[in-house]
């Protein structure tokens, strides 16, 4: 990764009479610092956007200029956050932003009607760019915030390993050599990519299921359950696809050899009979070696995953597009999983630590869902630094060649270990120079999953 290290500032003396007035300090000191301004900022990244929500504050760092809290957000497939976060954006401007959770109760209640989707996302893009101006105005990191860091060393996983190279190829580079991927359209190509995972020092990778042509030419991701078409919305499962499927993870495990993980996500694609068929299907005996670390799935019935996980010769990964304690609840109930995945951008940082504590009275440890830029990655970083049950972070590996240069800092990964960046805030900041010199796509059918196959076997 890029070693560029410009530190955000963090409060002066100034700003820290704006902290003691909020904390109901001496009369006098100085009025609490405000929102003054809240903004959404975006860029493009290839095959969809990277976006950002800036809030700029009253309070100054120590050479003056204002405070800004930054954060990440997804918009694909959920066309209309931005404008939530907008008129969100207007409902806290004028208010203080160190007591967060009041700002953040309130957007909750102004929405109380329509909770989760939209809504949530919206009130986490605040919540996060809220956290890192506490952190910046007390010159600590967000995860302080929550009594942490527990940990600054972070195992994370080459996660969507092959399946952006299955459509976007030529968008992007391979980290490691700065050069073009090369194409996804054969066994042997994804032999050739566990050799690279391997030799990248990362000890696992998460995948999904693909389809290549007989004759070779590119090859397609298996995707009904979001792309609709062929397969959909039936999401009916054949023999024909489970044995694709386990000639691709056992052509992986032959790649990587025994040391190196494998996970596969099957997302939605398919009901409780298709899931559970698969899992029974994916032995390690099948697979070779150690088998799979876990089968990662969605569906909305605590029932049918505990069913699921019943069945499954694996551990089961899931649950990571719940919003909030209330969705989970009836998940960690029924004894559903065996890794609880919580999306920190979705939830906000706040609501995910919460979240997390919830599966620790359950004995479940969890996992966090990124598949964003670096200051995504980042603040999911914070969130599984502040939490004892942590399990594995997930990055992306295969990106657009501008995602080092949109950001003031790039965090090191070595050896499948992410470092948390530790300055005040989320400990990096975005590049409004560097964004401009890359135009936001803006389109409605843009997104990772735009192109997935949805042709069914």
């Not at 902290?19 to 006098?28: F, P, R």
């Not at 009904?224 to 499927?245: D, R, Y």
């Not at 070696?289 to 909305?300: K, S, T, V």
Request: glycine share 10%; hydrophobic share 40%.
């Amino acid at each position: 990764s890029s070693s560029r290290s410009r530190s955000p500032d963090h409060c002066d003396r100034h700003s820290a009479t704006h902290i003691m007035s909020a904390a109901g300090g001496t009369a006098g000191m100085g009025a609490p610092p405000t929102i003054v301004k809240v903004e959404t900022l975006r860029c493009g990244a290839g095959f969809r956007d990277f976006c950002f929500v800036k809030m700029t504050t009253s309070a100054v760092d120590k050479t003056g200029k204002p405070i800004v809290g930054w954060s990440e957000y997804l918009e694909e497939r959920n066309i209309g956050v931005s404008q939530v976060i907008q008129w969100m954006g207007l409902l806290v401007t004028g208010l203080n932003p160190l007591p967060y959770a009041k700002i953040v109760t309130q957007l909750k209640a102004n929405t109380r009607h329509v909770p989760g989707g939209i809504a949530q996302q919206g009130i986490a893009a605040i919540e996060n760019a809220l956290l890192d101006v506490v952190g910046k105005c007390y010159g600590v990191p967000v995860c302080a915030l929550f009594g942490g860091p527990i940990r600054t060393e972070l195992p994370v996983y080459w996660s969507h390993c092959g399946s952006f190279r299955v459509s976007y190829s030529k968008l992007l580079v391979n980290p490691a050599t700065k050069t073009e991927t090369p194409p996804l359209e054969s066994l042997e190509d994804i032999r050739a990519l566990g050799k690279e995972v391997k030799e990248s020092g990362y000890h696992a990778l998460k995948t999904n299921m693909f389809l290549f042509k007989e004759g070779g030419g590119p090859g397609a991701m298996y995707m009904p359950g979001f792309g609709g078409g062929s397969g959909s919305p039936e999401l009916n499962i054949t023999p024909k696809l489970i044995s694709t499927v386990v000639t691709q993870m056992r052509t992986f495990r032959e790649a990587v050899g025994d040391d190196v993980g494998l996970k596969l996500d099957l997302n939605y694609n398919f009901k409780t009979d298709g899931f559970i068929a698969m899992a029974k299907a994916l032995t390690a005996e099948a697979v070779g070696g150690p088998g799979i670390d876990w089968l990662e799935l969605d569906i909305y019935s605590p029932k049918a995953l505990r069913q699921i996980r019943d069945a499954a010769p694996m551990p089961i990964a899931s649950l990571e597009s719940l919003m909030g304690r209330k969705q989970l609840l009836p998940y960690l109930e029924a004894g559903a999983v065996d890794v609880c995945i919580i999306d920190p951008l979705w939830n906000g940082v706040d609501e995910s630590i919460k979240m997390a504590e919830l599966c620790d009275v359950y004995e479940v440890n969890c996992a966090a869902h990124n598949y964003h830029g670096w200051l995504g990655t980042v603040i999911c970083a914070h969130f599984c630094a502040a939490i004892p049950n942590f399990k594995v972070l997930e990055v992306d590996v295969d990106d657009v060649p501008w995602k080092d240069d949109i950001v003031t800092a790039v965090p090191i990964i070595k050896d499948g270990i992410l470092t948390l960046p530790l300055g005040p805030g989320w400990g990096i900041d975005v590049d409004e120079e560097a964004l401009k010199l890359h135009p936001a796509l803006s389109d409605a059918k843009t997104g990772i999953w735009s192109a997935a196959a949805t042709g069914g076997n």
